[in-house]
């Protein structure tokens, strides 16, 4: 039996989640971040799980059988790091011009919002969203 997704959408407040971030810096980051994935995915915020803040929505099926639904991208205030939840995979070019960061395949680790060309950001946000919609129409 497959076991159950931990990261489901949920109705909980994104506004209370973002009010709660301690950090004053974080917590603007957070606001603008959302404004601009907003912007990019043209879906309004929603909870994804206790700490994702998602933006549209798709589902997803492997060839192992596992399926799921997850948010086309969001992010997350973490203890160290802001993660933006995009596929970075095939955006070397871009991610070259986006300024300070580290990556994995799904994810980038900024500190600020500040360190990073918020331009390029948009740019690597849409190409992730096209890829998603291309994977998983």
């Known amino acids: 039996m497959a076991k159950a997704n931990k ?12 009010a709660n971030i301690a950090d004053e810096g974080r917590r603007a980051d957070c606001v603008a971040l959302a404004k601009l994935m907003s912007a990019v995915t043209r879906k309004p915020p929603k909870m994804w799980g206790p700490a994702i803040v998602g933006f549209g929505q798709y589902h997803y099926q492997y060839d192992s059988g596992r399926e799921g639904d997850m948010c086309l991208a969001g992010f997350s205030s973490r203890k160290a790091d802001l993660t933006v939840y995009v596929f970075t995979e095939g955006q070397e070019a871009l991610l070259a011009k986006l300024g300070k960061h580290r990556r994995s395949k799904a994810c980038l680790y ?16 849409a190409a992730s ?9």
Request: aromatic fraction near 6%.
């Open 110 to 125: 900024l500190k600020r919002l500040a360190d990073v060309d918020q331009a390029v950001l948009k740019k690597v946000i």
């Open 7 to 18: 990261t489901t959408l949920t109705e909980a407040s994104v506004e209370e989640y973002i």
């Open 129 to 137: 969203v096209a890829e998603v919609k291309r994977r998983y129409p």
